[in-house]
């Protein structure tokens, strides 16, 4: 085992943590106690942060309550880990493609929800939230038995644009709509005046058959945005 190797590390760390835990200065309740605390809770920090390194490929032993444990780092087997360790380096992926992944109707959001994880990425915000059938939280909604389709919501946040997927929608809101305001006007862009679209720095995108393949927005004015985002 090499001197420096995270499974040489973990079992100095594994063994240092036996020593302080088992250390006759915790018994009492003095500033040392306290002391060694502190010294254990940051044991335990380094241990999963080693942990993570870990690929768990030298098997698994049985500990209580017919779990097993890594006999290497100690990780319980389908534990979940509190931290993720990504490579500076290249791709970084951080979960997998989440569905809803339930017939069943929940009684409201929390309990409905697979995954709701947001990340800062370079500025960008992401969010994920993928849900199951539910009941509607909102008081008003409840006294209608209102109830929400299971959904995978996408939402990405870039300098002041607001783009989010829904299993129909792909809605992009180029400034945020404030509360007092009126109520924005949403129509199908066959059903609006030429005039009108003179307005609008919108090109639909289209293949050779006619086919609707995208469309770019121009964005309204992009030194403003550039500024809001940083
Ligand atoms: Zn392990």
């Known amino acids: 085992m090499k001197q420096n190797s995270p499974k040489a590390q973990l079992h100095r ?4 943590m036996d020593f302080v835990s088992r250390h006759l200065a915790l018994k009492g309740d003095t500033a040392e106690t306290r002391r060694f605390a502190e010294i254990y809770q940051q044991l335990g920090l380094a241990w999963e942060f080693l942990a993570l390194q870990c690929r768990h490929r030298d098997g698994w032993r049985k500990v209580r309550d017919g779990k097993s ?7 319980i087997r389908g534990a979940k880990e509190q931290w993720l360790l990504l490579s500076r380096e290249g791709k970084k992926a951080i979960g997998r493609r ?13 309990a409905a929800t697979v995954v709701n994880d947001t990340i800062e990425f370079h500025g960008a915000k992401l969010n994920v939230e993928v849900l199951n059938l539910h009941r509607s939280n909102s008081r008003w909604h409840r006294k209608h038995d209102w109830i929400i389709a299971a959904d995978r919501l996408v939402r990405l946040q870039e ?15 180029l400034s945020k709509h404030k509360r007092d305001e009126m109520p924005t006007y949403s129509h199908f862009v066959s059903e609006l005046p030429r005039k009108l679209l003179k307005n609008f720095p919108v090109m639909l995108q289209f293949d050779q058959r006619r086919r609707f393949t995208g469309l770019v927005i121009f964005k309204p004015n992009p030194d403003t945005a550039r500024r809001r985002s940083k």
């Open 98 to 110: 989440a569905m809803p992944n339930s017939k069943r109707k929940f009684p409201n959001r929390k």
């Open 13 to 16: 760390l594994l063994r240092s």
């Open 159 to 173: 300098g002041g644009i607001d783009v989010r997927f829904d299993t129909h929608l792909v809605t992009v809101e």
């Open 69 to 75: 444990a890594c006999k290497v780092c100690g990780l």
